[in-house]
Nanobody, 127 residues
Framework: QAHIVESGGALVQSGGSLRLSCIAS???????IAWFRQAPGKEREGVSC????????NYADSVEGRFTISRDRAKNTVYLQMSSLKSEDTAVYYC?????????????????????WGKGTQVTVSS
């Protein structure tokens, strides 16, 4: 059975760093992958994505220059390195992918083709 598990969320002080991990089981994480987040009372937001080959990445304006997405095929894992965290980064972070999911630079990150979702990991940034 295919599923995704996110981990690495924690309580961190403003200005701190965290690295989130997204691990797939039951299938090979070959597709484009994205991180979304959802804060209480707010809509889900596409944070970052990386293409299947790893040659294209995309970031929301709100995290550009602070977050870095990467993938390790040998470990079937995708990471989101988050630095200079702000209180507004507080949210549940989700990883998603699917065979039709695409990631292109400068194209808004959408949920089209996002068939597999994890349960999320909580990131809380204290000011």
């Amino acid at each position: 059975q295919a599923h995704i598990v996110e981990s690495g969320g924690a309580l961190v002080q403003s200005g701190g760093s965290l690295r989130l991990s997204c691990i797939a089981s039951g299938f090979t994480l070959d597709y484009s992958i994205a991180w979304f987040r959802q804060a209480p009372g707010k809509e889900r937001e596409g944070v970052s994505c990386i293409s299947s080959g790893g040659d294209h990445t995309n970031y929301a304006d709100s995290v550009e220059g602070r977050f870095t997405i990467s993938r390790d095929r040998a470990k079937n894992t995708v990471y989101l390195q988050m630095s200079s965290l702000k209180s507004e980064d507080t949210a549940v972070y989700y990883c998603t992918t699917g065979p039709r999911f695409a990631c292109s630079t400068h194209v808004p990150i959408s949920t089209y083709g996002a068939d597999y979702w994890g349960k999320g990991t909580q990131v809380t940034v204290s000011s």
